[in-house]
């Protein structure tokens, strides 16, 4: 069974410093992953996915994420953040031997700091 | 192009009572599925549709939930009657279909459910 770990509950960052949230999952060889992301009291906005092809991805707000199969993470990265960054951030995994369904990690709540 | 619409936003109700709520997923996606989101944890999967066909249900609470998607295009999830433990965010999203590159997942705003 898939499975994906958020290795950080929360991440506290002064504004303008880099973030890492740290994702490894537990799937078959087949995988996609994606990143979420959710501001208070709204849905889920797509940041950014793996399907295949480079390991490095781009996604929106200057946010990227890097997939290592040996090490099955998929971390995501930002150089310098804003306060409008503040959020939860959840890392997702789909597994086409789980019938392509989406399961998530715990979450990560960012908090930027002045 | 219009995203997931959901509605209503927020939801209070006693334990015991009966409550509804609508999707509308984006134009021409086959593939429609409900989360729930209970405070301070990741999406859980509820349901999944392929068209008007049910793909997934096995962590559907089928003795409480119930949810059809008549026509293939809006949905509708029905608990009846409402426990405490009920109280969550639900999610509705939709992707193009629920093969490889076309299962992007689109997320809409979610009903926030408070069972008192």
């Known amino acids: 069974a898939q499975s994906v770990t958020q290795l950080d509950s929360q991440v506290p960052v002064f504004e303008e410093a880099p973030v890492e949230l740290r994702c490894n999952y537990s799937?078959?060889?087949?995988?996609?992953l994606f990143w979420y992301v959710q501001y208070p009291n709204q849905g889920l906005q797509l940041l950014l996915k793996y399907l295949s092809g480079s390991t490095l991805v781009k996604g929106i707000n200057g946010f990227e994420a890097e997939f290592n199969k040996s090490q099955t993470s998929f971390h995501l990265r930002k150089p310098s953040v804003h306060i409008s960054d503040t959020a939860e951030y959840f890392c997702?995994?789909?597994?086409?031997?789980?019938?392509?369904?989406?399961?998530f990690g715990g979450g990560t709540r960012v908090l930027v700091k002045p | 192009e219009a995203g997931v619409a959901q509605s209503p936003r927020y939801k209070i109700i006693e334990k015991r009572q009966s409550v509804a709520f609508w999707c509308n997923p984006i134009s021409g996606h086959a593939t429609l599925y409900w989360y729930q989101q209970i405070l301070g944890q990741g999406p859980k999967l509820l349901i999944q549709f392929q068209n008007n066909g049910v793909v997934d249900d096995s962590q559907l609470p089928k003795d409480r939930f119930s949810a059809e998607r008549l026509k293939g295009v809006d949905s509708t999830l029905k608990i009846q009657p409402a426990k405490l433990e009920d109280s969550a965010v639900y999610l509705c999203?939709?992707?193009?279909?629920?093969?490889?590159?076309?299962?992007?997942?689109?997320f809409g705003p979610g009903t926030r459910l408070t069972v008192l």
């Open positions: 799937s078959s060889v087949s995988v996609y």
């Open positions: 999203a939709s992707s193009l279909d629920n093969e490889g590159r076309r299962n992007t997942q689109y």
């Open positions: 997702a995994v789909s597994d086409k031997a789980a019938g392509n369904k989406l399961t």
